[in-house]
């Protein structure tokens, strides 16, 4: 079955980086766009980035556009390189896969979903 397995989070200081991992398995990695979402505590879990099936386009939230960037390479691993971190990136992140590149990633309608990985920004 599908599963999707984040790694990296942890706790850091603002301004501090951190880089998340997700690995996929029992999909056909190249026709699924994938991306993240992280849910801050009680609030509603919220798009963060997505990319396309080639890795050739990209989107993100407006709150972390140019500090945070998301890549895919060809061993079925997807990654979020978050930088200049703030109080507000403190979250659960979980990494989604999903066959369209369209606005369905603002909707979170997607196809598989991992467990999440918590990320602490402490001031």
């Known amino acids: 079955q599908v599963r999707l397995v984040e790694s990296g989070g942890g706790l850091v200081q603002a301004g501090d980086s951190l880089r998340l991992s997700c690995a996929a398995f029992?999909?056909?990695?190249?026709?699924?766009?994938m991306g993240w979402f992280r849910q801050a505590p009680g609030k509603k879990r919220e798009f963060v980035a997505a990319?396309?099936?080639?890795?050739?386009?990209t989107f993100y939230t407006d709150s972390v556009k140019g500090r945070f960037t998301i890549s895919r390479d060809n061993t079925n691993m997807v990654y979020l390189q978050m930088n200049s971190l703030k109080r507000e990136d403190t979250g659960v992140y979980y990494c989604?896969?999903?066959?369209?590149?369209?606005?369905?990633?603002?909707?979170?309608?997607?196809?598989?979903w991992g467990k999440g990985t918590l990320v602490t920004v402490s001031s």
């Open positions: 989604a896969a999903n066959q369209m590149f369209d606005s369905s990633w603002y909707q979170g309608s997607m196809d598989y």
């Open positions: 990319i396309r099936w080639s890795g050739g386009s």
């Open positions: 029992g999909l056909t990695f190249s026709t699924y766009a």
